[in-house]
């Protein structure tokens, strides 16, 4: 008989729908559910550069050349 694997996250609320069906699909066939749960951390992440803020003083590149 086979065992499916079935590696899941608390993080999810999805988890219990997910898991009632495949373990009534697998019992269908035959076959079990080994559950493993996987512990998931969430780490902050910028998707774009951080902006830079001028001030009254300060010089700003003014190029208008094509080369950059």
């Known amino acids: 008989m086979a065992a499916i694997d079935y ?3 608390l993080n ?5 729908l997910g898991q009632a ?7 269908k066939a035959g076959s ?3 559950m ?3 512990r998931i951390e969430f780490k902050p992440f910028a998707l774009d550069k951080p902006k830079i803020e001028y001030g009254e ?3 700003k590149d003014d190029c208008n ?4």
């Open 12 to 16: 999810s609320p999805w988890i219990f």
């Open 57 to 59: 003083n300060d010089e």
């Open 65 to 68: 050349n094509s080369c950059c």
């Open 21 to 27: 069906r495949l373990s009534a699909m697998a019992a």
């Open 32 to 34: 079990t559910v080994r």
């Open 7 to 9: 590696c899941l996250s």
């Open 36 to 38: 493993h749960l996987v």
